[in-house]
């Protein structure tokens, strides 16, 4: 499990604390950091470059001979293969006597100055997979119109971070720390700082769009919610976003499936989003499977399905297996404009049957068979439409969350000893103030011991005091 410091500080100020003393304290109070990495090392030379010209390679088809503008009066002529580069755009330069950093199983590359089919190149104009940002390797980077040319473009770009690896056998246990936000947490009470909000309120729509859900098993999915988003366009995701899935292993996809990845690796709360159209008119059925069916899952894969899995189902055609992977056929594709947004709880134990029968261990996975509260699939998915508003402008809530009726899931009281709880949570336990019974004088709740309440009340014995109880 990787942990972003840059995603982390959304969430508490960190400012001051170098991330070697973050792992050092996470590692005696809270779970064993195996190490700390930088991400977008090496990238410091990089500068930021305008394209003034680009023309056809005279010796080459797929070739591009550009004249560009890497500091005020500094004019290079670089060839640049990727289809996409064009006059007046804003690209990333690294410039000869520079090395590109070793990614994507390749060596570090020093940069020098040389010919290309016969042409002279003064430099590279990079992608997003040469810089081991992602694995977009179709066309060069295109940065924003008002990037500053000649300024650096880690200081442009959200690019540079440190990435904590956990030991996941040390929060196997905690499933509140299986997201970002539940380590902000855990640094929050360490350091003593602030804890923002996990979530934003959202409001939802009274009345539009809903898809029926029906709950065959309250067992096996105690809790389902369902949203309908409309008006979206299924492409590529901001910078912020990709760069910070990326810095904790995550290959950006596209924007609704960014962002319900986004939503999990934050709060710890697996979604899955449809394509409505694949789901048309049809209710949402989650289900046991029926021994002998199959479902082709996101991967390709086919899989053969017994009565222990649990499955999502459009009516009664499987799209999903609950809680472990999506079905192709539902899959969000380019040409996707509605959205079915999923936030369910499942019963730990049965997706961690399936998954193990399957050999198909998944980040969603990994997080529901460490048994979820319920109340965050409600909670927790809040946070997509309201971060789909500002990259989708156009795009909508297109009705009302849908809660069909909840399984039960009755709060247990815990007996809990104050001399057990204050070496735990490194600060003494205090008793509750009340009123003596007999002289009606309230009882500080700095009192030591019963003697001390006796002390300041002789007109009868101190009121009783039940164990304190945890829920």
């Not at 880690?154 to 905690?174: A, G, L, Q, T």
């Not at 002998?292 to 017994?306: V, Y």
């Not at 472990?324 to 594709?333: P, S």
């Not at 979820?372 to 508003?389: E, F, H, I, S």
């Amino acid at each position: 499990m990787k942990l972003s410091l840059r995603w982390l500080s959304r969430h508490v100020d960190l400012t001051g604390i170098e991330p070697r003393q973050i792992l050092a304290d996470l590692t005696m109070s809270t779970a064993e950091v195996d190490r700390v990495e930088q991400f977008g090392a090496g990238l410091e030379g990089l500068v930021v470059g305008h394209v003034l010209h680009r023309e056809k390679h005279p010796d080459a088809d797929k070739l591009s001979v550009c004249r560009v503008e890497v500091q005020k009066g500094d004019v290079r002529q670089i060839v640049c293969g990727a289809p996409n580069v064009a006059a007046g755009q804003r690209v990333v330069v690294i410039l000869p006597g520079d090395t590109l950093p070793a990614s994507g199983g390749k060596g570090a590359l020093k940069i020098k100055v040389g010919k290309i089919r016969g042409v002279e190149s003064h430099g590279m104009i990079c992608s997003e997979s040469e810089l081991g940002l992602s694995d977009d390797h179709d066309g060069i980077l295109v940065l924003p119109d008002d990037a500053p040319v000649g300024a650096r473009f880690v200081d442009v770009m959200p690019v540079r971070d440190h990435v904590f690896e956990i030991d996941n056998k040390s929060v196997n246990h905690r499933p509140d720390l299986w997201g970002h936000y539940g380590f902000a947490r855990e640094l929050a009470a360490i350091y003593g700082r602030e804890l923002k909000p996990a979530c934003v309120p959202v409001a939802f729509p009274s009345a539009g769009l809903q898809v029926p859900i029906r709950i065959d098993d309250k067992h096996a999915c105690p809790r389902y919610c369902g949203l309908v988003i409309d008006g979206v366009t299924a492409g590529k995701s901001p910078a912020e976003l990709r760069y910070l899935l990326a810095a904790v292993g995550q290959r950006a996809i596209n924007l609704p499936v960014d962002l319900t990845n986004f939503v999990m690796l934050d709060l710890g709360q697996p979604m899955h989003a449809f394509d409505l159209a694949q789901i048309g008119s049809r209710s949402v059925v989650i289900r046991m499977a029926r021994p002998g069916e199959t479902l082709t899952t996101l991967d390709g894969q086919p899989r053969k399905l017994t009565g222990q899995d649990l499955l999502i189902c459009a009516d009664d055609e499987p799209v999903a297996l609950a809680g472990v992977m999506g079905g192709q056929g539902t899959m969000v594709a380019d040409s996707t404009t509605r959205l079915f947004l999923e936030s369910a709880a499942f019963h730990a134990a049965t997706i961690r049957r399936t998954s193990m029968r399957l050999g198909l261990r998944t980040d969603a996975s990994a997080r529901f068979e460490k048994a979820q509260d319920p109340a965050n699939a409600l909670t927790r998915g809040a946070p997509v439409p309201g971060a789909a508003a500002a990259p989708l402008p156009d795009g909508g809530r297109g009705g009302p969350a849908r809660r069909p009726p909840a399984g039960t899931s009755p709060a247990e009281a815990i007996m809990l000893r104050r001399a057990r709880l204050a070496p735990e949570a490194g600060r003494p336990a205090r008793r509750r103030e009340g009123r003596c019974r007999s002289c009606g004088r309230w009882r500080s709740s700095s009192s030591r011991s019963p003697t001390a309440s006796r002390s300041r009340c002789r007109a009868s014995a101190p009121p009783r005091t039940s164990p304190s109880r945890t829920t």
